[in-house]
């Protein structure tokens, strides 16, 4: 037999074989009164143990249990001894478990029920083990759909969004947190899930699509903080929007139409939409001091802008400067009450005059850019109005959306001067020497 350990001469030295334990013993004990007893003497890590028992059939299989043991322990000893890289491995790894309170038989046991289960999958115990422990611990850190969104408007950075931008998260929050329950963790929701309830959801591709874009938002953000481990939006793809030939926009006619029928108060921001192409959150922010008919530009600040990033100027056309001119003095919002009720009922009570019925998404910029791509031919010009940062956009939707002739007239909309009644500007007068 080889010789697990050798001298710096090479010759074998004798193996040092530890002293086995005793045999396990059971012995009767008689007990005052006729009672009998069964006491079982054992070593445990080179303790002595006595337990006792009053069922002789139990002491008897506990005994042979403790013999199978000692046979296993002494079998298992004289492997490990015949293997030198055994023998130091399992030294080793006794001393890493000691730390553990478990055996090496235990954790051999468990590592080969681990594989097992495993097998053909290609994953490692390790990998797998740490994976679970991450979701424990985001399971643990997890908050309630509830207390996410409250954590999320509770965040200053939230307040800097836009009040249109906000409200529509909310909606839509609202949506999303009466299916799944606002008790439900957020680390529970699953991309599966997520698909299930998109697909279910009342409503076009399009808005399927901003529903994903909006919520996906707040866990976006909950990841960050570390709420959740990971996003399941990002496994979830945006439902696929078919590509329309065009966008709807208003015909001369209409807008014509919707000029002559418009509250006083609301005319201002239809002929801005119609013929300066701002977004209708951007004209729910403007204000008077901010549109200078002497420089022929309207400012549309950076905080004011669409995300808050981008400022841009925005050119009067000829028959904007003629619809806005007798508003000239006056200051505040050109919007009193930006998409409240009062404004909703100027414009209904605006399209029911004009025999408009419906009044399509976005329709005012929509228009402003199919007919001013339409006049100018110039597509990087049309992009700089609207604030795009590229031309792809209007290249896809806008791009020989309407015809020249209907152009020239939709600029050519102007007001009728018999109804134009100017606000006279303040002028300063001149004091004169007495």
């Not at 938002?217 to 065009?246: C, L, Q, T």
């Not at 951007?282 to 420089?295: A, H, T, V």
């Not at 049309?382 to 020239?408: C, D, I």
């Amino acid at each position: 037999m080889e010789s697990p350990v050798a001298d710096n001469t090479g010759l074998p030295l004798p193996i040092k074989r530890k002293k086995r334990e005793p045999k396990p013993r059971l012995q009767e004990q008689a007990l005052p009164g006729a009672k009998v007893r069964w006491m079982l003497s054992h070593y445990m890590s080179g303790l002595r143990k006595r337990e006792y028992f009053t069922d002789p059939d139990a002491a008897k299989r506990r005994l042979q249990m403790l013999e199978t043991a000692r046979t296993n322990t002494g079998t298992l000893a004289e492997r490990i001894a015949r293997r030198p890289e055994h023998a130091a491995d399992a030294g080793q790894a006794v001393d890493l478990l000691d730390a553990y309170g478990v055996t090496l038989l235990d954790v051999a046991r468990d590592w080969v029920d681990c594989w097992k289960a495993l097998k053909g999958t290609g994953l490692d115990i390790v990998t797998v083990a740490r994976d679970a422990a991450a979701l424990f611990e985001s399971r643990q850190a997890a908050l309630t759909l509830a207390a996410i969104w409250q954590e999320f408007q509770d965040d200053p950075e939230t307040r800097k969004l836009s009040e249109a931008y906000r409200r529509d998260l909310k909606k839509r929050w609202r949506t999303f947190e009466e299916h799944f329950g606002p008790e439900a963790l957020a680390c529970d929701v699953t991309p599966e899930s997520l698909r299930r309830w998109l697909a279910g959801l009342a409503v076009g591709d399009l808005s399927k699509g901003n529903y994903h874009r909006t919520i996906g938002a707040i866990f976006a953000y909950a990841m960050h903080r570390g709420r959740i481990a990971e996003n399941p939006f990002r496994k979830v793809k945006k439902p696929r929007v078919e590509a329309k030939d065009s966008v709807e926009v208003f015909t001369p006619e209409q807008m014509a139409a919707l000029l002559k029928a418009a509250h006083s108060d609301w005319l201002p921001a239809l002929a801005i939409g119609g013929f300066a192409g701002l977004r209708p959150d951007e004209i729910g922010r403007l204000e008077w001091k901010e549109i200078n008919l002497d420089s022929g530009y309207i400012e549309v600040t950076a905080r004011k802008s669409k995300g808050g990033q981008r400022r841009r100027l925005v050119v009067i056309s000829k028959n904007l400067r003629a619809w806005l001119e007798p508003h000239a003095g006056k200051s505040g919002r050109v919007v009193t009450c930006p998409m409240g009720r009062e404004d909703r009922k100027k414009r209904l009570a605006a399209m029911k005059t004009a025999g408009i019925e419906r009044w399509p998404n976005d329709v005012l910029r929509h228009s402003f850019a199919s007919y001013h791509l339409a006049l100018h031919r110039d597509i990087n010009e049309t992009a700089l109005q609207l604030g795009h940062t590229s031309t792809a956009m209007l290249f896809r939707h806008y791009r020989e959306s309407v015809k020249p002739e209907a152009a020239r007239a939709w600029w050519a909309l102007m007001p009728e001067k018999s109804k134009l009644h100017p606000i006279k500007r303040a002028t300063k007068t001149k004091k004169t020497k007495r």
